[in-house]
């Protein structure tokens, strides 16, 4: 079934270093996703968003590139911190407001 | 600050009972709210669509019975699980778009165990 997903479930990053969160998905009627980041305990934090119509889009120390032709969407932050430890989820709206999210991918930021 | 609030944060309660949980949208309008459900270490699952005026929305698999939804008003959406069991345990978490946007705004999330 159509579905979003994720390739890594952990990723370990030393802090400073860029960290890249990738994230599949297979509806390609899609046409608007999401980044967010959950910490333990507390809901989704949005991070940033793109449409269907857009490749790349940036924000504060982070980059969401949408590669449509093989439905892959990714998340970059750069100079990570110990505070960017957390759970990200890509997310796709189909309809307004209602998201179906991918797995998940915990990162570990270490000193 | 936030935009939707959700309460309680944190609830225990025996088997059998019903728990409630509040979704509130602080500073705006939310004719539509929904209802996630996460369990530990996995993603968050859509349960249902609450819409203000009219019966939610239940996706495939959720007991409309068992989760029951009530969107009184423009700010407010309440989920009540009835009779709850051990396996009912969770992370429930609400969402509503604000009109005319994109944007879902998250609450906080209600970790409830059932004991």
């Known amino acids: 079934g159509e579905s979003v997903g994720l390739h890594l479930p952990t990723l370990s990053v030393q802090e400073g270093d860029n960290s890249i969160i990738n994230c599949a998905y297979s509806n390609s009627a899609s046409d608007y996703f999401i980044w967010y980041k959950q910490e333990s305990g507390k809901g989704p934090q949005f991070i940033i968003d793109i449409r269907s119509n857009m490749d790349k889009r940036q924000g504060q120390r982070v980059t969401v590139l949408l590669n449509k032709t093989v439905k892959h969407l990714s998340l970059q932050i750069a100079a990570t911190q110990p505070g960017d430890s957390a759970v990200y989820f890509c997310?796709?709206?189909?309809?307004?407001?209602?998201?179906?999210f991918g797995a998940g991918t915990q990162v570990v930021v270490t000193p | 600050g936030a935009v939707v609030s959700q309460h309680p944060s944190r609830v225990i309660c025996k088997s059998g009972t019903s728990v409630k949980i509040e979704c509130r949208s602080l500073?705006?309008?939310?004719?539509?709210m929904f209802w996630y459900r996460q369990f530990p270490k996995q993603s968050l699952m859509l349960m249902a669509t609450?819409?203000?005026?009219?019966?939610?929305?239940?996706e495939q698999g959720v007991e409309k019975d068992k989760f029951l939804i009530n969107h009184a008003s423009l700010t407010l959406s309440t989920l009540t699980v009835t009779s709850a069991h051990p396996e009912d345990s969770s992370f429930y978490i609400c969402?509503?778009?604000?009109?005319?946007?994109?944007?879902?705004?998250f609450g906080q999330g209600t970790r409830l165990t059932v004991v």
């Open positions: 997310a796709e709206t189909r309809s307004w407001g209602k998201l179906q």
């Open positions: 609450s819409n203000e005026g009219s019966k939610a929305t239940y």
């Open positions: 969402s509503a778009p604000r009109t005319g946007g994109t944007e879902a705004f």
């Open positions: 500073d705006f309008q939310a004719t539509t």
